[in-house]
C-alpha cells in the first residue's frame, strides 16, 4: 500500500510557473504539492477526486487546486484519447503582489477559495479553454501576462462550483491526507470486488468503528456509500463509452442489477438507460 505522493514540481531556469500535458491514464496518482495547480482537460468522462470532494465530469473540466490540496489525477482511467493542459504556479509567483497590491483583490481572494478546490463550468470554462491552448505559442514572458489575466477573469467569474465547502472538515483531512490516500487507493483497487470495511481500517491501524467514525466524519458518507458512489462514478464513465449497461452493472461491482439501475436513478435522477441516452443525444448534437 503506497502513501499519498508528495509531487516535487520542477521549474524550468528563470521561470515561475510549469506549463505542460501529462498523459498518466493508466497510474492511480493521489498526491499533493505546495505548488497551485490549474487543471484543463478534455475527454469523454473522467473522475474528479480533490480533497474529500469525489464526482465526476463529462466532455472537459478545468478546476483550480490551491496549495497542498490532495487530488488524483485527472486523466486516471481514461479509455479514449484525451487533451490536457496543466499549469503549475509557485505560491510566490509574482512575489508580494497578489496578497499586496489592490489591483489584484480579486485574484488574491481567487487563490484563497483555491484552497478548497474550485471547478469552473459553462462559459468561463469555454473561454478559458481556448486561452490555455494557445499558451505554448507564446513566449514566457506573455505567457506570465496572460496567466495573470486570465486569473483575473476566473476571479470574476461566477460560474464555479467549490469542491470542498466543509472547512473543517477540509482542514481535519488534510492533516491526516496520508490515511485518506491510503484508503482511496484501497477502494479503488477493491470497488468491482467487495471492499471490507474491517480490512481497510486494519491497513490504517483503527478498530472497525472507529475508522467508521473516523470515514463518517472524513467524507461525510458512510464507507458502503461512499464505496456505491465511486462506482456509480465509474458506472458513468463505462456508459458514455457505449458499454453495455448490464456489462457496466457487474464491471463496478454490483452482484443485482435492479439494485443498480435503483441506486444509479437514486444518485444521478435517472436510471441508467436514460443516462446513456441523454449524454450520446446531447454529444451528437454537438458534433
Not at 141 to 162: C, G, I, K, P, R
Request: include cysteine; glycine fraction near 4%.
Amino acid at each position: 500500500m503506497n502513501e499519498i505522493q508528495l509531487e516535487k514540481v520542477v521549474f524550468e531556469p528563470g521561470k515561475s510557473f510549469k506549463l505542460f500535458s501529462p498523459r498518466l491514464r493508466n497510474t492511480f496518482l493521489w498526491h499533493y504539492h505546495p505548488e497551485y495547480e490549474l487543471v484543463y482537460v478534455e475527454a469523454d468522462a473522467g473522475i474528479r477526486h480533490v480533497g474529500s470532494h469525489i464526482s465526476g465530469y463529462t466532455q472537459s473540466d478545468l478546476v483550480f487546486i490551491g496549495s497542498n490540496l490532495p487530488h488524483l489525477n485527472f486523466d486516471y482511467r481514461l479509455r479514449n484519447d484525451y487533451h490536457q493542459v496543466v499549469i503549475q504556479l509557485r505560491s510566490d509567483f509574482l512575489g508580494g503582489a497578489i496578497p499586496t497590491s489592490p489591483e489584484f483583490s480579486a485574484i488574491n481572494q481567487l487563490f484563497k477559495r483555491s484552497a478548497s478546490g474550485i471547478a469552473f463550468y459553462g462559459d468561463t470554462r469555454f473561454i478559458a479553454a481556448k486561452r490555455l491552448k494557445k499558451l505554448g505559442e507564446l513566449s514566457a514572458f506573455n505567457q506570465l501576462m496572460e496567466l495573470v489575466d486570465l486569473f483575473h477573469f476566473l476571479a470574476n467569474s461566477t460560474e464555479f462550483e467549490l469542491l470542498n465547502d466543509d472547512h473543517l472538515s477540509l482542514q481535519f483531512f488534510l492533516k491526516d491526507k496520508i490515511r485518506m490516500g491510503a484508503v482511496y487507493e484501497y477502494i479503488d483497487a477493491n470497488y468491482n470486488r467487495k471492499p471490507d470495511v474491517n480490512i481497510v481500517a486494519q491497513k490504517v491501524h483503527l478498530t472497525t468503528p472507529a475508522f467508521c467514525r473516523y470515514f463518517k466524519r472524513q467524507t461525510k458518507m458512510t464507507f458502503t456509500d461512499f464505496v456505491n458512489q465511486y462506482r456509480i462514478e465509474l458506472a458513468k464513465n463505462l456508459l458514455m463509452q457505449d458499454k453495455n449497461i448490464t456489462e457496466v452493472c457487474y464491471a463496478v461491482g454490483f452482484e443485482s442489477l435492479s439494485y443498480f439501475n435503483k441506486l444509479f436513478n437514486k444518485i444521478e435522477g435517472k436510471n441508467p438507460s436514460a443516462f446513456k441516452s441523454t449524454w450520446h443525444h446531447n454529444t451528437s448534437d454537438q458534433a
